[in-house]
């Protein structure tokens, strides 16, 4: 699988909210790295991560356009409620080496009425 192909599969996972399915996406000592939180290594720990963030908010990616040049792809996205962002996928051996991810996360959690963090 390409890393376009690839992202689109994460995209589609992602959507259905299977946080089991998409960390078979992810390489055992993988990162993920939302800019807006501290990162996530090894495949459980985003497991983990997956797990808890569709428990908390019901999201949505709507894919804006995919770019691909070697082993990585770059998603742009939205979300139905006007959120837009883009993640950075290093795909090494079909799996997902690296990820990081650019969003407003102050916004994000005002749209799903979600806790502001502590000053």
């Known amino acids: 699988m390409t890393p376009k192909e690839l992202v689109r599969?994460?995209?589609e996972i992602f959507n259905a909210g299977d946080a089991n399915a998409l960390a078979e996406l992810y390489h055992e000592e993988a990162m993920n790295h939302q800019v807006a939180n501290e990162p996530v290594v090894g495949k459980e720990a985003i497991?983990?991560?997956?797990i808890n963030e569709f428990e908390q908010a019901d999201m949505v990616c709507l894919v804006e356009n995919i770019f691909e040049e070697g082993e990585w792809a770059i998603l742009e996205w939205k979300d139905p409620l006007g959120l837009r962002g883009c993640g950075f996928f290093h795909v090494v051996e079909g799996?997902?080496?690296?990820?990081?991810?650019?969003?407003?996360k102050l916004n994000f959690l005002r749209q799903h009425n979600l806790p502001?963090?502590?000053k």
């Not at 799996?95 to 407003?104: A, F, T, V």
């Open 95 to 104: 799996k997902i080496k690296l990820q990081r991810g650019y969003w407003d």
């Open 116 to 118: 502001l963090p502590k």
């Open 9 to 11: 599969k994460w995209v």
């Open 47 to 50: 497991l983990q991560m997956f």
